[in-house]
């Protein structure tokens, strides 16, 4: 094995308040505020990969919308507001980006929604130490109201680069193991997942290990580092607009210590090499069916997709954000227990 050291980066960008301005559900909305709201927040994100950058860092990633359109995402009012503003956007922040991998010589991901022809994507773009693309993952998982105006992704894919090939996911794909271990039999032995919401701790641990990658996670809270082995290299923490970062060799990471019974019964040292040489493929056939014996503990239907369905949920959403423009306690919360 050689030497391989890389220094890993993640940016932690403190999570600000959408003024009313650039909300699509306030009264006093302007689409030229939205506009100046979203290349703020792109030029924000864009100081902290900056600052990795300016570390030494290697590669590093921003985390998920870094344009800060959540809001016009879900607006069906006029749809062209989205429209337009990711066209805008996504054209500002590859600019900004590019600038900031090139100037440091860095490699760099992060996360904004992009336009192709009709279809917008959630997207996650890497660049390389010129400033190129070298790489661009749409999220396969969406959460159902970012698919009234999103189109889901369809492969997972890892990119090659001279620190080993690296792998991106976005936010709600760590949900599914699936989307790990995809990632990591396309040959990633990095992942830098952008991420909006904050995934546990001993999710990310445990998705590093499954998959035998170093995890890379941004987000607003919690942004961290992880091996292979599980071992949490940096924590952000609750810390407000952070840049942590790692040295890690890519290359013997994943190995066992020279007296490890499965190394001597194997005669293989590294745990992701037997990891993949030992897998049962055909045994894992019931990962890829549509209908699984397991969904039949469920009632026959779907999530809430159909147009009749999606206006109603819609109407209620604009109220409850409404209501949050008004002062008012709102009546919906990410809180998963009922006990809170």
Request: hydrophobic share 40%.
């Amino acid at each position: 094995m050689t030497e391989k050291m890389v220094r890993l980066a993640t940016t932690q960008w403190g999570y600000r308040e959408t003024p009313p301005e650039a909300m699509p559900y306030s009264d006093v909305f302007s689409l030229e505020a939205a506009r100046q709201w979203s290349r703020e927040c792109v030029e924000g994100n864009a100081g902290l990969l900056a600052r990795a950058g300016e570390g030494g860092a290697d590669v590093a990633v921003a985390g998920e919308d870094i344009a800060g359109l959540s809001y016009a995402m879900t607006y069906l009012d006029d749809r062209s507001i989205f429209r337009t503003l990711v066209e805008d956007s996504a054209a500002f922040a590859r600019e900004t980006l590019a600038r900031v991998a090139r100037q440091h010589g860095m490699y760099l991901a992060a996360c904004f929604f992009e336009p192709e022809g009709d279809r917008i994507f959630n997207s996650s773009v890497l660049f390389g130490r010129e400033g190129e693309v070298i790489g661009r993952y749409h999220k396969v998982h969406l959460p159902v109201y970012e698919t009234w105006l999103v189109t889901a992704g369809d492969r997972f894919s890892a990119f090659e680069t001279d620190i080993g090939r690296v792998g991106l996911l976005i936010c709600y794909d760590d949900m599914w193991p699936e989307s790990t271990a995809a990632t990591a039999l396309e040959g990633a032995r990095i992942i830098l997942h952008s991420s909006a919401a904050s995934p546990a701790e001993y999710r990310v641990r445990t998705r590093a290990s499954d998959a035998q990658v170093f995890y890379v996670t941004a987000t607003h809270r919690g942004s961290r580092i992880v091996a292979p082995s599980a071992k949490v290299l940096a924590d952000a923490g609750e810390g407000e607009d952070v840049v942590v970062a790692a040295e890690v060799n890519v290359e013997t990471a994943s190995l066992a210590p020279e007296n490890y019974w499965e190394y001597l019964y194997s005669g293989i040292r590294d745990h992701r090499e037997r990891h993949l040489k030992l897998r049962r493929a055909e045994a894992y056939g019931v990962l890829v069916e549509a209908n699984p014996p397991a969904l039949k503990d469920y009632p026959p239907g779907g999530p809430a997709t159909a147009p009749e369905v999606i206006r109603e949920v819609y109407e209620k959403q604009k109220e409850d954000y409404q209501r949050g423009l008004r002062g008012e306690k709102q009546h919906y919360t990410w809180t998963e227990s009922l006990e809170e």
